[in-house]
């Protein structure tokens, strides 16, 4: 597989150091605090949509022009994959340990052990009752290795040569991506009128969790990176878009109720999501402005910081040791300072030697 790789976007890796940290306050805080920020800290779910459509461009931006050349190593891509995900995923599994009573008193015999099965597997997922097992945000890992197996195929498309015709299909994903929360709304199975980030029913659980509903995102994602060699990255038009991208989806996410929980779940938001991608992917002030070393810094342990945030915070408030250190009265601030420091040590002194060590192991 040839190695080069196009230049790295930075300011969408600034983007992913508030992404994660969103995700954060939303499991550990009270939106409230944050005044003109609560629709966004109240909807942090939606940055996970945002991660899963960013994992589609980003693959795209660094693969579709190779697998279209027949140049892109199926087996060395999934190794490389594998070796991106699973170091840390592993971590995870490792701080989960003062789960597994709590999830054998939740959970049937067998449900439990099939969780104690499939979650090292990546599979526990596509199970509903046991999608977040031990480790409530690990359920995308789910879905992003399925994206991952079915990438290299994605990757042999066309590449697109009229924009107009390009955004049509990106619209058809789009819509296909609305249908299940519609379904949800127009059935609403569980009983549940008027679902939240609280209500808890089966489908909701299947909605919200298993990998074939964010799929459309995915997808989307790799459209969207196919969309991007057609757009110039000099000039108004990607500035625009970024800026009107930013100010729609505060605006729509300041609503509240009044939009559908299970449209905004996953799906509503691609379009806006979409046009910030394409904005920060360019060169105009407001990817200068994300781009910036910090931002970038702790953008690049985004991962690290989503997917052990739940279960260090856990540990880190049963063993009191803020409490201990006379530090309690800085919470909850201390605490997201915390998590974020653990997950850029965690980047640098777990995830890229161990990165390292497995690729030069599996000749990925």
Known sequence: ????????????????CFAAVNIVFFHFSDPKIFGWFAPIVNAGYASVSYF??????????N?????????????????????RLYPIYFLSLILSWRMVPLEWDAHTHAMFWAGMVLTPMLLQGWVPSIATFLNTPAWTMSAESFFYLIFPWMARWKKPRDVRKHVAKMGGIWLLGLIPGTLYIVFHPDGITHPDR???????????????????SFVFGVLLAELDELIPR??????ILGSFGFAAAFSLLSLGPRVPYALLHDGLLMPLFGCIVLGLAGNNPLAHALGVRPLVFVGEASYCLYLLHFNMWTLLHDSHVLNKLGLSRFDPWISYVLLIGMAIL??????????RKLRQWMSA
């Open 234 to 239: 000099m000039g108004r038009l990607r500035l």
């Open 346 to 355: 965690a980047l640098h002194f777990i995830e890229k030697p161990a990165q």
């Open 52 to 61: 899963i459509l960013l994992s589609g461009f980003v693959l795209g931006y």
């Open 1 to 16: 597989m040839d190695q080069r790789k196009p230049a790295p976007l930075q300011a969408l890796t600034g983007l992913r």
């Open 198 to 216: 609280w209500s808890y029913g089966p489908w909701l659980q299947a909605l919200k969790y298993t990998p074939i509903p964010h799929l459309a």
């Open 63 to 83: 693969y579709n022009a190779r697998a279209r050349a027949g140049e892109l190593d199926v087996v060395r891509f999934y190794k490389a994959r594998f070796t």
